[in-house]
């Protein structure tokens, strides 16, 4: 913090900081379910361990599609895919969000004990970041792609309808949907507003399709909970 200080003095100083460094970015927020409950009937240290793997299969797979890992706050993941001007590419981390849903269910398949699965549940926004400690994104983005992913249930994949408005859906693919032959439209639900918290306007949002129906969106914001969840987990990683 001390470094930052040292740099911008004034507030002005930070606005033009912030306009010279604006990026158009989707920003991902994937969360490991049940991590809480998980640590207090397995133990912190399996708990820990279980959090990595969901942390490294996302971080591998979000890069294998074009995208970067941020960081991690305890048991989630924020990423990054750079668009500038080309936005049809939003396809890209739509199709890693599917990926890794994927993943996750053709690890379950043999496991039997639903506590020792590994579920996340994701979201994405498309728009405006600026940059501050270095390479970490900050703006309106970020906070949206955040609560959206609060509404998500475990293994849904939650979209600002704007994203999709502009991106090219008819790239977006999932081995289910390979094997029905979906045509492009039969990835998206129909758009549902929501009430997120610390967000002015309701925002429309749609579901991807990743296995054969879909799960349906949450009418009601949990972001408080899992923000706080967020918030225990990560000063137990910075001890």
């Not at 959206?148 to 859906?169: F, G, H, R, T, W």
């Not at 039969?186 to 129906?213: A, R, T």
Request: net charge negative; glycine share 6%.
């Amino acid at each position: 913090m001390h470094e930052i200080e040292n740099v911008f003095r004034t507030v002005e100083e930070l606005d033009k900081h912030f306009k010279n460094t604006k990026e158009k970015s989707v920003i991902l927020f994937a969360d490991l379910v049940n991590s809480t409950l998980y640590k207090q009937k397995r133990n912190f240290v399996n708990g820990l361990f279980k959090t990595k793997l969901h942390n490294e299969v996302i971080a591998k797979i979000v890069e294998n599609n074009g995208g970067r890992t941020v960081k991690y706050i305890g048991d989630a993941v924020m990423c990054e895919f750079l668009l500038g001007t080309n936005y049809h590419m939003g396809y890209k981390p739509i199709n890693a969000a599917i990926k890794i849903i994927e993943y996750f269910q053709e690890y379950n398949q043999n496991i039997s004990d639903e506590l020792e699965k590994i579920e996340t549940k994701i979201g994405l926004a498309l728009g405006t970041v600026a940059y501050f400690y270095n390479n970490d994104p900050q703006g309106y983005t970020v906070d949206l792609a955040s609560r959206i992913e609060s509404c998500a249930k475990p293994n849904q994949i939650l979209v600002e309808k704007k994203m999709i408005d502009y991106c090219d859906i008819s790239k977006i693919e999932s081995q289910v949907g390979k094997a029905l032959r979906y045509q492009k439209d039969n990835y998206i639900s129909d758009p549902v507003k929501l009430k997120l918290k610390g967000i002015e306007h309701p925002q429309e949002v749609v579901e991807i399709k990743v296995g054969s129906s879909f799960l349906g969106i949450k009418s009601e914001n949990m972001f408080n909970e899992y923000w706080e969840n967020y918030r225990f987990e990560a000063s137990l990683w910075e001890m």
